[in-house]
């Protein structure tokens, strides 16, 4: 779905190239994710970027609860900066129930962080700076992705979702 409606304008090239790396974590506690978020952002840190440009690490069995979740994001950031790799790499989020501050639980923006299972995106700094040398254009992604789920709305980005999870 993100590839198909292009909210992400990085993702088709890594995907295309398979530099994206896959991790499910058999996590059952917070202590035991950041171990894996450790270990993750390690790896892709001293990957060649030739070979990993990106790190999904998905973890669905702890951090259902997206406000649990939200403050775990605080923790995972502070490791980016304990491991000497801030500017390196950042963590996007991506939660089953995310929501955007300001809007209801239900509204179609939210959608472009819902995932099946809550995941930590790692992403290296060097690969978004590549292709989007303007910090404006950056900022505007968000803005065009809400504007095309608003566009679909809430009813079709569902069936789409259904379509995935039944493997269609």
């Known amino acids: 779905m993100v590839i198909g ?3 992400c304008p990085f993702a088709q090239r890594v995907f295309k190239a398979d530099k994206i790396r896959y991790v499910v974590s058999d996590a059952h506690d917070e202590a035991i994710l950041l171990k894996d978020l ?3 952002l390690e790896a892709l840190a001293s990957a060649p970027i030739s070979s990993v440009e990106t790190t999904l690490l998905i973890h669905p069995r702890v951090l259902g609860n997206f ?3 939200n403050d775990f994001l605080g923790v995972g950031e502070r490791m980016v900066e304990d491991l000497g790799l801030r500017d390196t790499i950042q963590i996007a989020s991506f939660h089953p129930d995310y929501q955007f501050a300001g809007t209801d639980p239900g ?4 959608y472009t962080n819902r995932p099946p299972y809550p995941m930590l ?4 700094e060097e690969s978004i700076s590549q292709f989007a040398t303007d910090p404006n254009e950056l900022l ?3 803005r ?3 504007e095309i789920l608003r566009k679909l709305g809430r009813e079709k ?3 789409k979702l259904k379509a995935i999870e039944d493997g269609r």
């Open 5 to 7: 409606l292009n909210l």
């Open 38 to 40: 450790a270990g993750e």
């Open 67 to 69: 406000l649990a979740y």
């Open 107 to 110: 509204a179609v923006e939210n």
């Open 121 to 124: 995106h790692l992403l290296r």
């Open 140 to 142: 505007e992604i968000p």
């Open 144 to 146: 065009r992705n809400i």
């Open 157 to 159: 980005i569902l069936e």
